[in-house]
């Protein structure tokens, strides 16, 4: 693991992180009804199933690399498009109405942080999309367990961030204004990651 991969993995886990969506939805809304303790817990297994969902699919790509390199290449470009995909998307975010936040209940703040990660495919797709760019023949088990760790330890910290600013309703008003210039410049630093990443296939 150089660092230079790494810091890679870490812009990107930053950037899946902030963005917002269901989980931002359920850390606010435990955060909102049942005050600070609900959304650290929620924050916290919310970033567990990050972590297992990041090692799972790094064992995965690993058993693709020994079994099929050709389709570990495709792999490589499909994640590189997708993750140019978020770029343009996110680009194209247009300003939407505030809305209310879904009902979550409060007493179930680890069971809902977990599964919102756990029922979401779309997690497990952007992991392969982003793990497919760096986990190669050479990469150890101790580098993978690293990768992981690193996703698990920025998600919960990003939603820690929000449940510990969010305490008071206040806040979220001002995150509402934001969100769409946040998913606009998120799109602009994936468009020139995912072009970066082709650069590298390219080379490789």
């Not at 972590?51 to 693709?64: D, E, K, R, T």
């Not at 690293?146 to 806040?171: C, H, K, Q």
Request: proline share 3%; glycine share 12%.
């Amino acid at each position: 693991m150089t660092l230079a991969t790494w810091l890679t993995v870490v812009t990107i886990c930053i950037l899946g992180a902030m963005s917002p969506g269901p989980s931002l939805a359920v850390v606010l809304k435990q955060t909102l009804s049942g005050g600070r303790r609900h959304g650290v817990v929620a924050a916290l297994s919310h970033g567990l199933g990050v972590g297992l969902y990041a090692f799972l699919s790094i064992v995965g790509l690993a058993a693709v690399i020994k079994a099929s390199p050709v389709a570990f290449g495709l792999l490589q470009w499909g994640g590189a498009l997708y993750l140019a995909w978020l770029g343009v998307k996110g680009l194209r975010a247009r300003r939407q109405a505030a809305t209310e936040l879904p009902d979550v209940a409060t007493t179930g703040a680890a069971r809902d942080g977990f599964l919102v990660v756990f029922l979401n495919p779309k997690i497990s797709i952007f992991f392969i999309a982003l793990f497919s760019q760096v986990v190669g023949v050479d990469t150890s088990f101790l580098a993978k367990l690293g990768y992981a760790a690193t996703a698990m330890a920025i998600d919960a910290g990003w939603y820690l961030i929000v449940a510990w600013l969010f305490s008071s309703p206040r806040w979220l008003s001002a995150l509402q204004r934001h969100t769409l210039w946040f998913e606009r410049l998120f799109g602009v630093i994936l468009l020139g990651l995912a072009g970066r990443l082709v650069v590298g296939i390219l080379r490789s």
